[in-house]
Each structure stands twice: as structure tokens, then as C-alpha cells.
């Protein structure tokens, strides 16, 4: 195992800036094996926790390596879950210091992974300091495959917690939900995605005689006017209207005289719980149809809600008990991992201010990463507790 792990960083006590620092230190560009996860397992085993870790899958979606936490608690007890992941998108150029080499300037940490969601990962390390075994049963869910292609990450350790009969009560997704101040947004629910590629076969010619060639560009940009003009719906109590954006077209035609032969186009759906990524899919299977258009869709993931209640009604409370904030509760934004969680059990999103993921300088507030911690584990306790 590497020193940087066996230092006194993954030691138990260490604060959770120092925890982050040591998660952020194990370069983990997505899809994320090794040393990141060894750093997990030294930080969880002297927790009491046994582990579970799988490398799957191969390129170029994998391999993926997965981690799989738990605690048991007393017999009958409640199961709290806590979902995250340890990759992360690449770093890109222009930062002001090594991404994979945490530094610290006054309350800010600097490193790739300090929002999008190492922090989060070792805010929740941290809380389980303050929950104790007999509170109930205690896992965590954490995948090296979450900004990349999820093939092999959240949806392997749900197929491994339905083989060990492993079903928790609640799932809390430590996704970067904050967007001012910590606290102020927390997610009940996302949009479903589908992205959809098109195809259109014509008949070559000569622009000089076209009606001896059969333009499949006409016939696309017609389907696409076509699809564009409906209006899918007009939202509903938690979620924003569902909306259908073109995000590619092309026909590869270098010739200025020639009429092509083929044209393609690529459409994405976001689209909320009056929908589903099946029934759009026909939907444009149809319209194709009548423009002789092929459409292969790929389902990205359902769109789902967790009807705010009990456990929304924890988190905010656990929130407002270290902030003082009022939450707004949303169902904005992309989506996440919470989208597989949903099949296990009740699933909420909270987490760190969103402002720098996936930017260069990526940083979080030390404090903010401390108060994480504590609504934390007033959030796990909570929802340990039967009603």
C-alpha cells in the first residue's frame, strides 16, 4: 500500500479536512481503481466496518472498482445508507497547484475531488465518529464510475447488496447540492435522460438535378422542426417542464455540388416523472418513421422522486439545527447515481456548494466540510430511529 496511506493522515481521529486531503491525494480520474480505495478501506476498517471491494468490467468503460461498507447494528435495527464515489473528471490545465496535491490556503481546500465529492465522502467518514454501532446498521455505497459511463459502478454494488439480502431504510447521495451556502438546496428527485441518434439514408446526386437524388438533410431538418414543436408537458408539482434539445447534426459532405447520401442528427431528452425514457423513445420512433428516419435511443436513467416527508423533513431539520438555513427542496439539475439507488430504498441528495466542480481550482470551505460532518450524523441518527 502506498506511504501516503499508511501515514498518520488516514489515522483514526484525523479531522475530516485532513481525511479529504488523503482521498484527494490518490489521483482517481474516472473510471477509478486502487490506491483511492485502499485509502477508504484504512480509513473505514478501524471504524468497525467490514468491506467488500470488486474490480469489473472492461475498458472502454472499465475496469471499476467499487466499494461496499457496512456496519452491522443490533438485530432488527434500522439501515442507513450513504452513497458517493471517488472518481473524478480530469483536471485539465491552468490550475494554481498540483490537482492530486491537496494545499490548503486560509479555510480553503484546493485539489480535484475537494467538492465533486471526496469532501463529501470524508464529511460522512468523519460523522461516523459520532453514531454509534448500537444506533442501527450503517453502510456505504461507494463506486470509481459515477462521471463516466456507470456501466460498472453504482448498478454492480446494487446487484452485490441484492445477493447478500442487504436492503436499506434510507440513502443519502452525498452529491454537491448546495449552491450559495451550504445547506441552502438539497435534491428529492431528478429528470430522466435520454439521448437519441438519427438517421436518415437519401440518394446521392447532383445539386444540378435534384430530382434525380433525394435529399436526406430536407427530411431531417423536418423531423427535427417537427419534434421541436411539441410541447412534452407543462411541468408538474416538483418537477420543471421536460425539454428535448438538439445537440448534434451532421452529413459529412466535402462537396459543394453533391447532394449527400446520408444525414444524422442526435437529440437529447431531460424529462420528468410524466414520461419515461420508453414511451419518448417511441414517440420518436414514430415521427421517424414518417420522415424515414432510423432512431436508436440510449436510456441514461428514469426520472424519479422521493415525495417530500419524513426523510426529507430529517434533512432539513439536521440542516437548519447547524446553519440555520430554510432548504429549499429541488429536483433541479443533471443527473446522479441516485437514479439506480431509487430501486433500493427512499433516496436524498445533499451535499457541499456546487460553485468550482468540475472547474480548475476546484475548492471547498474547511468549515463548510465540518459542518457537513455534523448534519452528517444528525441525519444518520435521525433516520436510524423508528418512527
Not at 41 to 54: T, W, Y
Not at 92 to 115: H, K, N, Q
Amino acid at each position: 500500500m502506498n506511504d501516503m496511506v499508511k501515514s498518520e493522515l488516514v489515522r483514526p481521529g484525523a479531522g475530516v479536512a485532513e481525511l479529504a486531503e488523503a482521498l484527494i491525494a490518490c489521483p482517481s480520474v474516472t473510471p477509478a481503481t486502487g490506491l483511492v480505495f485502499d485509502c477508504l478501506e484504512e480509513m473505514l476498517v478501524p471504524l468497525g466496518f467490514a468491506i467488500h471491494r470488486a474490480v469489473v468490467g472492461e475498458a472502454p468503460d472499465g475496469p471499476v472498482e467499487n466499494l461496499f461498507a457496512i456496519r452491522t447494528g443490533p438485530e432488527g435495527s434500522r439501515h442507513f445508507a450513504y452513497a458517493g464515489h471517488v472518481d473524478v473528471v480530469p483536471p485539465g490545465e491552468g490550475w494554481s497547484s498540483a490537482p492530486f496535491a491537496p494545499e490548503r490556503r486560509g479555510e480553503l481546500l484546493y485539489g480535484r475531488g475537494a467538492v465533486d465529492m471526496k469532501g463529501s465522502v470524508a464529511a460522512f467518514i468523519a460523522a461516523l465518529r459520532d453514531i454509534p454501532r448500537e444506533a442501527g446498521t450503517i453502510s456505504l455505497i461507494i463506486t470509481g464510475d459515477e462521471e463516466g459511463a456507470a456501466t460498472f459502478g453504482t448498478v454492480k454494488i446494487i446487484e452485490h447488496m441484492r445477493e447478500a439480502g442487504i436492503n436499506p431504510d434510507l440513502i443519502l447521495v452525498g452529491e454537491p447540492t448546495s449552491v450559495n451556502r451550504l445547506g441552502d438546496m438539497i435534491k428529492v428527485g431528478r429528470r430522466g435522460s435520454v439521448n437519441m441518434w438519427i438517421e436518415v439514408e437519401g440518394q446521392q446526386g447532383h445539386v444540378a438535378y435534384p430530382h434525380l437524388a433525394d435529399n436526406p438533410i430536407t427530411r431531417l431538418v423536418a423531423m427535427l422542426s417537427e419534434l421541436k414543436a411539441i410541447k412534452l408537458d407543462e411541468g408538474t408539482d416538483w418537477f420543471q417542464p421536460s425539454n428535448l434539445e438538439v445537440t448534434d447534426i451532421a452529413c459529412g459532405n466535402p462537396a459543394t455540388n453533391v447532394i449527400p447520401q446520408k444525414a444524422s442528427a442526435r437529440i437529447s431528452i431531460r424529462f420528468n416523472d410524466l414520461h419515461t425514457g420508453e414511451s419518448l423513445s417511441k414517440l420518436v420512433r414514430e415521427i421517424g418513421a414518417k420522415h424515414g428516419a432510423s432512431v436508436r435511443p440510449v436510456i441514461s436513467g428514469e426520472a424519479f422522486l422521493t415525495p417530500p416527508g419524513e426523510f426529507s423533513a430529517i434533512v432539513v431539520d439536521a440542516i437548519r439545527a447547524e446553519t440555520g438555513l430554510d432548504t429549499e427542496i429541488s429536483t433541479s439539475g443533471g443527473t446522479s447515481d441516485a437514479r439506480f439507488l431509487k430501486a433500493l430504498a427512499p433516496v436524498i441528495e445533499f451535499g457541499l456548494c456546487n460553485a468550482t466542480m468540475h472547474k480548475k481550482d476546484e475548492a471547498v470551505a474547511i468549515p463548510d466540510l465540518e459542518a457537513l460532518s455534523r448534519i452528517y450524523a444528525r441525519i444518520a441518527i435521525a433516520g436510524l430511529k423508528r418512527a
